[in-house]
C-alpha cells in the first residue's frame, strides 16, 4: 500500500507565479489536510477536505490560496500570486475515517524567488 | 482552542544514554496526543499516539510516553538512544469533541541530537 504522495518534491516559483501543489492520499483515505511549515516554526493546519468539501479552512490565508479535493484525481493546493513569504515546507497528510491518526507525505518544498 | 508547548528546543544526548522530550497542552475538551518524528528534508512518521486507556503508550523504535491527565503532559522517553535517532520531533494534539476540527495542533519541535 503505498503512502500519501506529494508532487513535485520541490518547486521554484518566481514572485507573482502561481504554484500549484498536488497530494494523492493513501488508498482508502478520503480525508485530506494541508500543512505549512514555515523555516523555524512549527507545522501549522491550514485546510480539511473531504471529497469535493471543503470541511475546515480556518489556516487557511484569507487571499490568495485555494485548496480542493474532487472526486476524481488528487487533493491540490493553489497559491496564486506567490510571494517570498510563502517559501516553506506544504505537507499533505490523509487518514481512513474521522478521528484517526493522520499519516503525512514527504512534502512539497515551495522556493519563492 | 487547543495549544501545545515543546519545553525543550534543543535536547543534546550521548549515545546509549535515556532522554526525555516534555510536552504540554492546553484544552478545554478531550484531545487524542501524539508524537511525531521529522528526519531532514522528510515527512512526519507517527511514533505513538494516546487515544484512550492505558496512560503508558508505547511505539516504534522504542520509545514511549506517558499521559498525564492532571499535568496535563505527554512526555517522550527512550531508556536508550541511538545516533540513529537523531531528529525532530513533535508533539501534537487533536479535538475529539463532536463536530470539532479534525486538525492538529503540533509544538514548535524539539530537536535531539545524538553524539557519539
Known amino acids: 500500500n503505498a503512502g500519501v504522495m506529494q508532487n513535485p518534491r520541490h518547486l521554484v516559483r518566481r514572485r507573482g507565479q502561481e504554484a500549484r501543489l498536488r497530494c494523492s492520499p493513501m488508498?482508502?483515505?478520503?480525508?485530506v489536510y494541508w500543512y505549512r511549515q514555515l523555516p523555524e516554526e512549527g507545522l501549522k493546519f491550514m485546510v480539511y477536505?473531504?471529497?469535493?468539501?471543503?470541511?475546515?479552512e480556518s489556516g487557511m490565508p484569507k487571499e490568495r490560496f485555494s485548496a480542493e479535493f474532487p472526486k476524481e484525481g488528487p487533493s491540490i493546493l493553489r497559491i496564486q500570486q506567490v510571494v517570498r513569504g510563502d517559501s516553506a515546507a506544504y505537507f499533505c497528510?490523509?487518514?481512513?475515517?474521522?478521528?484517526?491518526?493522520?499519516?503525512f507525505g514527504p512534502g512539497t518544498r515551495l522556493t519563492v524567488t | 482552542a487547543q495549544s501545545v508547548t515543546q519545553l525543550d528546543s534543543q535536547v543534546p544526548v550521548f549515545e546509549e544514554a535515556p532522554v526525555e522530550l516534555r510536552c504540554n497542552y492546553s484544552?478545554?475538551?478531550?484531545?487524542?496526543l501524539f508524537w511525531y518524528v521529522q528526519y531532514p528534508n522528510q515527512g512526519l512518521q507517527l511514533l505513538l499516539k494516546?487515544?484512550?486507556?492505558?496512560?503508558l503508550v508505547k511505539g516504534i523504535n522504542g520509545f514511549e510516553a506517558e499521559f498525564n491527565k492532571s499535568q496535563t503532559s505527554f512526555h517522550l522517553r527512550k531508556p536508550s538512544v541511538h545516533i540513529s535517532d537523531t531528529a525532530e520531533y513533535f508533539c501534537?494534539?487533536?479535538?475529539?469533541?463532536?463536530?470539532?476540527?479534525?486538525?492538529?495542533?503540533f509544538g514548535k519541535g524539539t530537536k535531539l541530537t545524538v553524539n557519539p
Open positions: 497528510a490523509s487518514s481512513p475515517v474521522r478521528l484517526s491518526e493522520q499519516y
Open positions: 477536505l473531504q471529497k469535493e468539501n471543503i470541511i475546515d
Open positions: 501534537a494534539v487533536s479535538d475529539i469533541t463532536q463536530g470539532g476540527s479534525e486538525k492538529l495542533v
Open positions: 484544552s478545554s475538551v478531550s484531545v487524542y
Open positions: 494516546y487515544l484512550s486507556g492505558s496512560t
Open positions: 488508498k482508502g483515505h478520503s480525508h
